[in-house]
């Protein structure tokens, strides 16, 4: 290995090319940094390459496929349909390829330059970085750690290639497989479950929290569309042991009642990650983490150590890119000295499934044990025009208010549009929206946003496309 002779000097230096990094970097060029990003693999990061895009290219073609018996009751008749595992792998490497091309443009438009090497800091104001064949020093100014998360087998279970894997390797696969078992109670394992039943495999969840982090009548919903789908749920149970052997994957798991032993082709792991923070040397330079190796924030980004910043995954808080979005932004801001902050108390939460999932601010759970007097407004999809006649009927809508001052607290959705139509939720929320905000102005007919309508007004008796509550009868002396 080659070691350069000086130190180099930098103004910004941002380690991982991820949605938090690109971000941050793009963000400071336009505010006149000189900016050098360093990543060891591909430009866009997990989300880009092997997560969050690739995960709904599948969920999105398996979505198109299982919409194929509406078109006939349509009069749409397309002969002899069928899914191609192989074509579809090649439209999701150009969608992937496609994007990051796209960002490659933005950080050459920018002038931002990219080192292909492992970083790892020095002191305070220096970082290393190795390219295999190339050792450089560089002096910066600033740095932004943007390094991200990897998955994790649980203890006892080791990963096989092709049959005990994690979301991120499905794009590895040949064909669909004849069953799946997904384990996990994120939105990656419902996301998973779904796509691969509308592709046709036998599914089965294995999940320790049979509400998925979802409000509770979300959950109900989510676990009617299962039974009907012909999905296996295993609530509550846990992962105990599993080995591949030939074509087969042998699971074991416990559940409440029993231990059950699966064979299947495949098993997907979701929820289990840790931090890559483990190799950086942050813990030299005394960058707070928690025991996982996590990295502590501030609203502004900030570390324990002045001057270093961090953003997305492996900081502490959720696992999400619009997360990482968001602090990579503020980050870049602070640092060219604008007064930027972020909150996390409202993020939208969307699931990509069939139908897909939405939700932003508290359940009726979380609000009741925050001490709130709650009340709530729900809807059914079936009983939206548009819904009905697009043949995308599943799900509901609920509201959750406080009753005292008709604050809006939380917004759920389950069904056709959820996705889109969270923002809107987002917004209510940031502009502490009340019942009258949302129940005032016009809505669009027929469109699927007036099931937020009737949500509303179902809460105060107002619901027109509803039945009237019938009035518990009370005893008569």
């Not at 002899?80 to 496609?98: C, D, H, L, M, N």
């Not at 490659?104 to 002191?123: H, P």
């Not at 009741?368 to 999809?381: N, P, W």
């Not at 509201?399 to 987002?426: F, N, Y």
């Amino acid at each position: 290995m080659v070691v350069g002779e000086f130190v180099q000097k930098r103004q910004l230096i941002i380690v991982g090319g991820g949605p938090g990094g690109y971000n941050a970097a793009i963000r400071a060029a336009q505010l006149g940094q000189e900016v050098t990003l360093i990543e060891k693999e591909e430009l866009g990061g997990v989300c880009l390459n092997t997560g969050c895009i690739p995960s709904k290219t599948l969920t999105h073609a398996a979505s198109q496929y299982s919409s194929m018996p509406h078109l006939k009751e349509l009069g749409i008749h397309t002969e002899a349909v069928r899914f191609e595992w192989p074509a579809f792998i090649e439209y999701q490497k150009r969608t992937v390829s496609g994007l990051q091309k796209g960002v490659e443009a933005l950080f050459k438009a920018n002038k931002i330059e990219i080192i292909k090497g492992t970083a790892t800091f020095m002191s305070e104001n220096r970082i290393g970085v190795d390219s295999g064949h190339h050792y450089e020093m560089y002096q910066y100014e600033n740095a932004i750690v943007a390094t991200g998360a990897r998955p994790v087998m649980p203890q006892g279970i080791s990963r096989t290639e092709g049959k005990i894997i994690y979301a991120e390797e499905l794009r590895n696969l040949k064909q669909v497989p004849g069953h799946v078992v997904v384990c996990g109670s994120d939105y990656i394992a419902i996301e998973t479950a779904m796509a691969f039943r509308n592709l046709g495999a036998d599914v089965s969840l294995i999940c320790r929290d049979d509400t998925f982090g979802l409000d509770e009548s979300i959950a109900r919903e989510l676990n009617r569309v299962y039974k009907k789908a012909k999905i296996k749920l295993f609530k509550k149970a846990e992962l105990v042991e599993a080995s591949a052997g030939g074509e087969t994957v042998t699971i074991t798991l416990q559940s409440e009642k029993e231990k059950v032993t699966l064979d299947a082709d495949v098993l997907v792991l979701t929820e289990r990650y840790q931090p890559n923070t483990n190799e950086l040397g942050l813990e030299f330079i005394k960058v707070t983490m928690d025991d996982e190796g996590y990295i502590a924030v501030n609203e502004y980004g900030e570390t324990s150590v002045p001057g270093i910043f961090a953003a997305g995954d492996c900081t502490i808080g959720m696992r999400l890119a619009s997360k990482a979005i968001k602090q990579g932004k503020v980050a870049a801001e602070r640092i060219a000295g604008i007064a930027s902050a972020y909150s996390l108390a409202v993020v939208p939460q969307v699931i990509h499934s069939t139908p897909p999932i939405a939700a932003v601010g508290l359940t009726e759970k979380e609000a009741r044990e925050q001490g709130y007097e709650v009340k709530t407004g729900q809807f059914a999809m079936g009983g939206n025009g548009f819904a009905s006649l697009s043949g995308q009927k599943e799900g509901l809508a609920k509201m959750i208010m406080d009753a005292k001052t008709d604050l809006l607290l939380g917004v759920h959705m389950m069904g056709a549009g959820a996705a889109e139509m969270i923002s809107t939720g987002t917004l209510a929320l940031e502009m502490a929206a009340r019942e009258e905000d949302l129940s005032y102005p016009v809505y669009a007919h027929p469109s699927l946003s007036e099931t937020w309508l009737e949500a509303v007004e179902q809460a105060t008796g107002k619901a027109i496309h509803l039945p009237p509550e019938r009035k518990k009868e009370t005893a008569t002396s």
